[in-house]
């Protein structure tokens, strides 16, 4: 008798390829770009869906993703995805963006697109630091977090106070959603998931600009190990970024 | 073909896009170009298109590079220190072999420069666009119907070769009104397709990746050279350029765009006291007509090029003529544009054989009355 097969419980989705990501051990990139993925086939859209890659350690996402794929230059991923939407509007179009990309060099494609209520979706990947460059100081980094170039720990006299995108971008007309979540536990895994499908239903619905902020860790370049570092997540960065809907046209429907 | 009508240039230009088939125009405002941005604005919404007014020039570009990669004709058009931010834009295109259209209506600089004419931009339009090993077409036209007419060959070359193109012109042929005629208008969906570009897989073939990165040298490098032979072949079979009383000219003046209507004024004036002057007048600039060039050197004795800079084609003249003439300039910058008396006296000068490179701040020619 033949083998029977044993039941499928968990396996890849179909919107990522089978090819292995570059991301360091205990990064959450690839949690989040899986749920980017799930969403995309849940809503039945990746095979309408144009993904953007940026520059940084998602550069290569071309790779990753199933769908047809584009890469950007350093912070022009939302520039480039208004290109896409504009020249065909039925096509589903996100990027996946750091936060050096979207909010040092590519803030003001970011804010432009916001504002403009560009019918897109933006996943944010915040992890308070440039990785794929080796650990330098980000529009993110923490006050007092020491980096490659904040040796001595972020002095904001100097370098500066971090930003916190969503909430600048809540003031925005444009805005159908924008949201942070984070991805250190299967609870709030979950509600990634759902956050990154509510910004894909949006964009479906036509209702503007959708951003999801992913709080994330890099243990490489934090110098910690992965379960150190979302415990630095937990305790450093969520209390300076806290999770939550800061926009949301829908809310109270 | 349709009845001539009074257009000016910059609308020539955009009309003429609007009828290859261009229903996307990203751009950011910037004089002299302003009314091929306004036509756009005007008419691409009425037709379903896009007019985007983007929040800089370095975005236009990006816009540019997205709806390239989605598959649709599409332009900006901008002024030197526009274009120079559109480069890493550019860039990009040239390396993952995005078509497009770029105009740039080339005012005086460096820096704001003036919003006058110019030709300075040529060694940024025909050797760096941008960083990187890569070239754009570089087109130039010198009439309104050469606007309308180069705006519908930029599209079609650039498609053909996977490249952007670039027209290049300035405010005197933006702005002048001149009677021009139509080419008929293209449907978009009549096109041929692009089976690379990024139109969502429906499910139907592997995904499509429109990327000019590749972190394995070896591959790069493949690629740069691909590109490279393409620009080869380019360089064979697409140079363009017009010639003027060349057959029996002892010299022959090389000016383009507007410069060549000012060189022509000149050469005529030359040829009715008896001179043999003719003139070339490039069209591509990149490719740069250099077997033109090489042909006449059997006959002509020397070359002068006339351009509104200090002297920037006259090194590719130079490289065409490959030592075998003397290669002399004439030219204005700063948006002066020369008369048609200044040129005559360098034209004498050359055909008495004297070679120089004269510019008038340090050595004014003597115009006469």
């Known amino acids: ?253 | 073909m349709s009845e001539k009508i009074l257009m000016k240039g910059n609308e020539a230009l955009a009309e003429a896009a609007i009828r290859a088939g261009c229903r996307h125009f990203f751009g950011y405002p910037i004089t002299p170009q302003s009314e091929l941005a306004a036509y756009m604005a005007k008419r691409l919404p009425k037709m379903g298109g896009t007019y985007l007014q983007a929040e800089s020039e370095v975005a236009a570009i990006n816009m540019v590079y997205g709806a390239s990669a989605a598959g649709v004709r599409v332009m900006t058009s901008s002024s030197s220190p526009g274009v120079s931010l559109k480069g890493e834009g550019i860039s990009y295109m040239i390396g993952a072999d995005l078509p497009g259209l770029i105009v740039n209506i080339n005012r005086g600089g460096p820096g704001l420069g003036s919003i006058q004419p110019s030709q300075a931009d040529y060694w940024m339009a025909t050797r760096a666009t941008g960083h990187g090993d890569g070239h754009v077409f570089v087109l130039a036209p010198s009439t309104v119907q050469e606007m309308a007419d180069l705006a519908r060959m930029a599209f079609d070359l650039g498609d053909r070769y996977r490249m952007p193109a670039m027209i290049l012109a300035d405010g005197l042929l933006g702005q002048m009104m001149e009677p021009v005629e139509m080419p008929d208008p293209i449907n978009p969906a009549d096109l041929p397709p692009k089976p690379w570009a990024t139109t969502g897989t429906k499910g139907e073939r592997e995904h499509n990746i429109v990327n000019s990165l590749s972190l394995v040298s070896q591959v790069l490098e493949d690629m740069v050279l691909e590109r490279n032979e393409r620009y080869q072949r380019i360089k064979e079979v697409e140079q363009i350029a017009q010639l003027e009383h060349t057959e029996d000219a002892e010299l022959v003046v090389v000016a383009y765009g507007a410069a060549s209507r000012i060189a022509r004024s000149a050469v005529n004036a030359a040829r009715e006291e008896g001179l043999k002057v003719g003139m070339i007048r490039p069209i591509t600039l990149w490719p740069f007509p250099t077997k033109a060039i090489e042909d006449v050197c059997a006959t002509a004795q020397a070359f002068l090029s006339v351009e509104l800079s200090t002297g920037q084609m006259v090194d590719d003249v130079k490289l065409a003529v490959s030592g075998r003439r003397p290669v002399s300039f004439f030219g204005h910058s700063g948006g002066i544009v020369p008369t048609p008396a200044e040129v005559l006296v360098a034209i004498k000068k050359a055909l008495a054989g004297e070679v120089f490179h004269i510019l008038p701040f340090h050595s004014k020619l003597e115009a006469g009355d």
């Open chain 1, 1 to 253: 008798m033949a083998a029977e097969k044993s039941p499928v419980l968990f396996e890849r989705t179909s919107a990522l390829t089978d090819k292995v990501t570059n991301y360091c051990p205990g990064c959450l990139h690839g949690i989040t770009q899986r749920l980017v993925a799930e969403s995309l086939d849940r809503l039945g859209l990746a095979d309408t869906a144009v993904g953007v890659s940026p520059v940084g350690c998602a550069v290569i996402a071309y790779e990753f993703y199933s769908c047809d794929m584009v890469q950007a230059a350093h912070g022009r991923a939302p520039a480039v995805a208004t290109g896409l939407k504009r020249a065909r509007p039925e096509n589903t179009i996100f990027t996946y963006q750091g936060d050096g990309d979207l909010a040092s060099i590519g803030m003001a494609e970011t804010i432009h697109a916001a504002t403009r209520g560009e019918n897109i979706t933006v996943i944010f990947i915040n992890n308070a630091i440039y990785g794929m460059t080796g650990g330098q100081m980000a529009p993110t980094t923490l006050p007092g977090q020491i980096t490659q170039t904040s040796p001595y720990g972020r002095d904001v006299k100097a370098a500066g106070n971090p930003i916190r995108v969503c909430e600048l971008l809540s003031s925005l007309d444009g805005v159908a959603l924008a949201q942070r979540v984070t991805v250190d536990t299967p609870s709030n895994v979950r509600k990634a998931a759902k956050a990154i499908r509510k910004g894909f239903e949006y964009q479906r619905e036509g209702l503007g600009f959708s951003i999801i902020e992913v709080l994330s860790s890099c243990p490489t370049n934090w110098g910690m190990t992965p379960y150190k570092a979302l415990e630095w997540l937990r305790e450093n960065m969520i209390p300076y970024y806290p999770p939550g809907v800061y926009k949301d046209v829908k809310a109270g429907e």
